[in-house]
């Protein structure tokens, strides 16, 4: 089984060799059916013949064009605090993904820690998952990963394209990691550049203007990343320059690993080595001490993962060494003022939704 790595260099054509080219060739044979069925899909809500079903809430989804990690679950936290703090009763609805039976799956995890007082509701039917919402007396519900679920309508959809792999290798999925063709992020009401801050002002200029092609009509932002504080399983944080001197040992289990060997890249400590896990990895104890083993042959004296891994293994320590999480925030550069805007429009358009307090307008 390849890792999101090794898949990723397959797809992008850095492997080479006649069995990378004849894997190729087999995925983009397996795109044709599943692009087929996307394209039908849509047109079917796109002419009607397929319906959505509104709710007495306003709707706003974050989603992406393209599998693996994109920054949603940082979007996802600042949306619903920003709606929070104004006032608003938001809940979030996600499919769950990899979840187990009766469980919440990691990003659920995640976000319950970030946001304690925000409910959760997951299904693979996100309409019964808003009913829920609704019965809690949400007034806002955000839509986690839910650009391509047209089932719910939605007043603001929020598509981030990661700036570095905004197209998913320029094919559908298995041969790019496209869920749906390009065209598609023409239903798109904000764009966003996540991970902004990694690219050069040529890169972000060359990709802004593809969006625009694609989304004539959607407000464009940039966001980046940061690292904020290393995080404990018992939600202790403590700074990052705790690290400063130390020799560390990294591991992730998530769509996008190299986004996380940027973050790690940026922080006051050697990390010797980094391991792979396929994403929403399910750690074994069997894991748990083969890391153990792992760091100690490569000197380690600290482990740090994603905060997703953290949530899964819901341990302090990993053998004789501390583990600790990067916490990731979003801050957003250009572009704010029009999310914002587009937020707080949503949320005052029906009766039912709150009147958000301490927000202005923006005239034409």
């Keep these: 089984m390849l890792t999101a790595s090794q898949y990723r260099a397959l797809i992008s054509g850095r492997s080479r060799g006649l069995r990378a080219s004849l894997a ?25 013949w397929k319906k959505s079903h509104a709710v ?22 600042w949306i619903a605090r920003w709606l929070v703090d104004r006032g608003a009763r938001v809940a979030l609805v996600s499919r769950g993904y990899a979840a187990s039976r009766g469980s919440a799956n990691d990003e659920a995890l995640e976000l319950a820690q970030k946001l304690p007082g925000v409910p959760h509701f997951q299904s693979p039917d996100r309409v019964a998952a808003a009913a829920g919402a609704l019965k809690q007396q949400a007034q806002v519900i955000l ?76 407000d464009w932002i940039e966001a980046a990343q940061m690292p904020l504080a ?30 996380f060997r940027r973050t790690l890249s940026t922080l006051p400590c050697d990390v010797a080595a980094f391991r792979e896990f396929p994403d929403h990895h399910a750690y074994t104890q069997e894991d748990v001490q083969s890391l153990s083993a792992w760091a100690g042959e490569h000197r380690a004296d600290v482990l740090l993962c994603t905060h997703k891994d953290l949530v899964k293994l819901s341990i302090d320590r990993i053998g004789d060494l501390p583990l600790r999480a990067i916490r990731i925030g979003i801050q957003i ?11 707080a429009r949503a949320a005052l358009t029906r009766d039912s939704k709150p009147a958000l ?5 923006r005239t034409a």
């Excluded at 059916?33 to 079917?44: C, F, G, I, K, M």
């Design 56 to 77: 007495p809430a306003a709707v706003i989804s974050v989603g992406n064009l393209t599998l693996g990690g994109t920054g949603k679950t940082p979007m996802v936290e």
């Design 230 to 259: 290393l995080r404990s399983a018992d939600g202790i944080e403590t700074e990052l320059s705790s690290l400063a001197g130390r020799r560390a040992a990294a591991f992730c289990g998530i769509g996008n690993p190299e986004a």
């Design 333 to 343: 550069g250009s572009g704010q003022a029009a999310l914002e805007d587009r937020l």
């Design 143 to 218: 839509l986690a990963d839910g650009f391509q679920h047209r089932r719910l309508r939605r007043d603001v959809d929020i598509v981030l394209l990661d700036a570095l792999d905004p197209w998913g290798a320029g094919r559908v999925f298995p041969r790019g990691l496209l869920r749906e063709p390009a065209c598609g992020l023409r239903r798109a009401h904000v764009v966003c550049l996540s991970r902004a801050d990694l690219v050069t002002a040529r890169e972000r200029d060359h990709i802004r203007h593809r969006a625009r092609q694609l989304a004539p009509h959607a």
């Design 24 to 48: 190729r060739a087999a995925l983009s044979i397996a795109a044709v059916p599943y692009s087929l069925a996307t394209r039908a899909r849509n047109l079917a809500f796109d002419r009607g």
């Design 357 to 361: 307090v301490g927000i202005g307008r």
